[in-house]
């Protein structure tokens, strides 16, 4: 069964509380004084699940995943970076998380992100479908950057999926 939606939010603990999806969870430390506006965006498939979000203020994100999905996280916007692991990604990055992971994540400004769950026996089935390869969770999280080429297509399938609610 597919759910989906998306919901406006201008009090950050209502937002904090609807960002868990596969289990993770987030706790937000806003670090501006402007009026807090943020919007969720849900798709839940039977396996897949994807969440996108657009913050109005930066915000410092302390992300705890659960080890029993495999995640991946990006940024969904050119001007508005996340800093992961001390890194600023740039537009078409991927964060490949690490089993059970525990990090920061901030931003600058307004940002948009999106996360994406999958069991990991789904991740190794559809990453063998797809890639020929045999995908699996790092040890530890790492960013992958594809080829500048491939990064429009990307963002146009993230997008697609996104607005396809």
Known sequence: MIQCGSVAFTNPDDYQAAMGIGGASFSLVLTDSAAFKARLTCLKLRHLHLLSGRESVPRIACVSLPSARAFVSFPASVNAPLIWGGVELRSGDIVFHSRGEHTHQWTKG???????????????????????????????????????????????????????R
Not at 125 to 144: E, F, N, S, W
Request: overall charge positive; hydrophobic content about 45%.
């Open 110 to 164: 307004p940002s948009n992100w999106g996360l994406i769950s999958l069991p990991h026996r789904q991740l190794a089935v559809y990453g063998k479908a797809l890639t020929g390869l045999d995908l699996a969770v790092p040890q530890i999280g790492r960013i992958m950057r594809p080829p500048l080429s491939a990064v429009p297509h990307l963002q146009d399938l993230l997008s697609s999926a996104i607005s396809a």
